[in-house]
């Protein structure tokens, strides 16, 4: 073969190669453009102040893409941290609740409940009065700032460990104002947990002095008062997790009491992997609820 021969056949092959290298190229953009714009919602991080303890804390709001369409409102989800956590734990640890803004058109809301305030009004601590802030001042900051629908029956509070305990227990209490509640892996018998390391008598004293008022802050308490336009409920615990007795008890209170709810046991233990499952369930519980209370 002759040498200008073989040197166009290189050519050639080059050519070939580059444009091939240039349609990969152009492919995996595509895919990356795709990957990105389907991520999901957008994340605020807000500050709410409070005035029942005069301190403003901080809060994740997750929104849907759709939200930039200014005529559309959106049922929100409260989702409560818990144990020794703050408002950025979901989201950081749950990065897919972007996703899940996104599919079930909804504001996903992450407040702070401090390290160890069990979502109470203390009795004894002024400075601890996070039933107030997450069931009345958060709702209120969230629906003057954003695009909400304003009634109960587009609200819905739920929580991991501390926070199912307050998602049941303001749930319950404030049925005025949620619609539905949950709780997974609920710590939902706070008599149960007075161990010092969980601040629980920080928030209403010791145990054994003031049993009453863990009896008056109690979910089981709080069953006995089921209000009368109800609620949609749901329960999520793994078999594996050290409060599945807690939440056992709950609910054969509840089926005692004829109150409607879901229950679900499955295999899990007391970790993120478990809620990560978890809050899919729960969200997609909730759009259901939503959307039966559309006219």
Request: hydrophobic share 40%.
């Given at each position: 073969m002759a040498l200008g021969g073989y040197a166009q056949i290189c050519h050639q092959i080059t050519t070939f190669i580059f444009k091939q290298l240039i349609m990969r190229l152009l492919f995996l953009c595509i895919i990356l453009l795709f990957f990105v714009s389907s991520q999901g919602g957008t994340v605020d991080t807000v500050s709410i102040f409070s005035a029942a303890m005069k301190k403003s804390y901080k809060a994740v709001v997750v929104k849907p893409d759709s939200y930039a369409d200014q005529n559309k409102k959106f049922e929100t989800v409260y989702l409560l941290h818990g144990h020794s956590?703050?408002?950025?734990?979901?989201?950081?640890?749950?990065?897919?609740?972007?996703t899940y803004a996104d599919q079930y058109q909804l504001l996903i809301v992450c407040p702070d409940g401090s390290r160890d305030s069990w979502y109470f009004d203390s009795p004894i601590a002024d400075a601890v009065q996070f039933e107030t802030y997450v069931a009345k001042e958060v709702p209120a900051y969230v629906d003057a700032n954003y695009q909400t629908i304003t009634n109960r029956n587009a609200r819905a509070i739920t929580g991991l460990s501390m926070g199912g305990h307050g998602g049941l227990y303001l749930g319950l209490r404030h049925a005025k104002q949620f619609g539905s509640c949950g709780s997974m892996s609920g710590a939902l018998l706070v008599e149960y947990i007075a161990d010092p390391k969980y601040g629980i008598d920080k928030v209403l004293g010791p145990l054994e002095t003031n049993k009453q008022t863990y009896i008056d802050h109690s979910v089981m308490n709080e069953l006995q008062r089921y209000p009368s336009d109800s609620l949609a409920i749901i329960i999520d615990c793994g078999v594996?997790?050290?409060?599945?007795?807690?939440?056992?008890?709950?609910?054969?209170?509840?089926?005692?009491?004829?109150?409607?709810?879901?229950?679900?046991?499955?295999?899990?233990?007391?970790?993120?992997?478990?809620w990560r499952s978890a809050v899919s369930f729960q969200l997609f519980f909730f759009r259901k609820f939503f959307d039966s209370k559309k006219p």
């Open positions: 956590g703050n408002f950025s734990n979901w989201i950081k640890l749950v990065p897919a609740l972007k594996d997790d050290f409060v599945i007795e807690m939440n056992r008890m709950v609910h054969r209170k509840m089926v005692s009491l004829n109150i409607p709810h879901d229950y679900i046991e499955r295999p899990g233990k007391h970790n993120w992997d478990y």
